[in-house]
């Protein structure tokens, strides 16, 4: 399949682009809870004073979670479209937002650097420095706004499959990226330096990518409530132990826990998982509408976070040496997803090419 990134606007990362009615589109509406499961999690991970425990067991399969999705939507609802047309879609869907969201970071960081604390870490850095990230995209140097790296990662995760779809089947493809991702993480991260453009974490996101793009066409899932929650708790407890045993994982990072076996094995029981409880989720509108707009979430809980933790700092909530905890973190992550909605709104009717999206087309009635 050639043309898949027509699908990209119901993708783990650019969902949000997408105003049409599900049914109108052939949604699969499990995936899109999926996808709603993933980015919430994903807002949680971020916000300060979640519990290590919740970031070791989030982040063990979230991100290989939101590769999974995208493949098995690119597979299942791709067009046929040439190589270079594939190419300027992505970066429309991707790399725009990715270009926009960077220089939203980057001005509020201009305009609050030099206040309270963050005048400490941020005071004598140069203006210029971020630049660098949005340039490299080495999600590190992206701190400005760090959830975006994952824009540049998608980006160039599925134009590397898309190419090579064409000559080779998904599973293939996957088989392949396993074995060198397993060799890849093994060696490259003690080398301790980073590849712009996400090469450096390439074979472990194509892996996972191919892999649900090769699901797609392959995997039956329970379709009954019971069976997949049955399912669900029946994958929970060996995920649990592997999580926990494998510890801290951060992709962006290039960090993998302390075992290969434990990371994929993890990573695995987790999508499962997943796509197991999303199907206990997925008549809910809201969980739909979330799963629908992951690319807006995505781009706009991170600033959220920043506004909030700056007003937080002025009003003194945290003065004494006092830090956020768990409260805050749910607070502040219901706060950013409340705040999507009116944000999607802004967008649509100001900058939708911000987000991936077109302005909608309203039919003139006779």
């Not at 949000?16 to 980015?39: F, Q, T």
Request: hydrophobic share 55%; aromatic share 14%; net charge positive.
């Amino acid at each position: 399949m050639s043309g898949a990134p027509a699908a990209l606007r119901w993708s783990g990362a650019s969902a949000g682009a997408d105003e049409a009615a599900p049914a109108a589109l052939g949604r699969d509406a499990r995936i899109d809870a999926a996808k709603a499961v993933a980015i919430v999690m994903v807002v949680l991970g971020h916000a300060k004073g979640v519990p290590q425990t919740y970031t070791v067991l989030a982040y063990s399969f979230h991100v290989p979670l939101f590769f999974f999705l995208s493949g098995w939507v690119l597979e299942a609802h791709g067009s046929a479209r040439s190589y270079g047309q594939s190419l300027l879609r992505l970066a429309r869907v991707l790399l725009v937002p990715y270009l926009c969201f960077f220089l939203l970071g980057y001005g509020y960081w201009l305009l609050t650097r030099n206040i309270g604390e963050k005048a400490l870490r941020w005071g004598s850095q140069p203006w210029w420095e971020p630049l660098g990230g949005l340039f490299t995209g080495i999600g590190p140097k992206l701190y400005v706004h760090p959830a975006i790296w994952f824009l540049v990662a998608l980006f160039v995760t599925t134009a590397v499959y898309i190419g090579w779809r064409r000559y080779w089947r998904a599973g293939a493809i996957s088989l392949a990226m396993l074995v060198l991702a397993w060799m890849w993480i093994g060696s490259f991260p003690d080398y301790g330096i980073r590849l712009p453009f996400a090469l450096d974490i390439l074979p472990v996101s194509l892996f996972f990518f191919a892999a649900g793009a090769a699901a797609a066409g392959a995997l039956r899932l329970p379709q009954s409530r019971w069976g997949n929650l049955l399912l669900a708790l029946a994958l929970a407890a060996p995920w649990l132990w592997l999580a926990l045993g494998n510890g801290r994982v951060d992709i962006n990072q290039l960090e993998f826990g302390e075992s290969h076996a434990k990371f994929f094995a993890a990573s695995g029981l987790g999508i499962a998982g997943v796509l197991c409880g999303a199907r206990l989720l997925q008549r809910w509108n809201v969980v739909q509408w979330i799963g629908r707009n992951t690319l807006l979430v995505l781009c706009t809980h991170i600033l959220v976070f920043f506004v909030l933790s700056g007003v937080a700092s002025l009003a003194g909530w945290f003065a004494g040496g006092a830090r956020p905890g768990l409260g805050w973190a749910l607070l502040v992550s219901a706060l950013a997803l409340c705040l999507s909605l009116p944000l999607h709104w802004i967008f649509m009717k100001l900058a939708p090419w911000a987000i991936g999206a077109r302005r909608p087309q309203h039919r003139e009635r006779k």
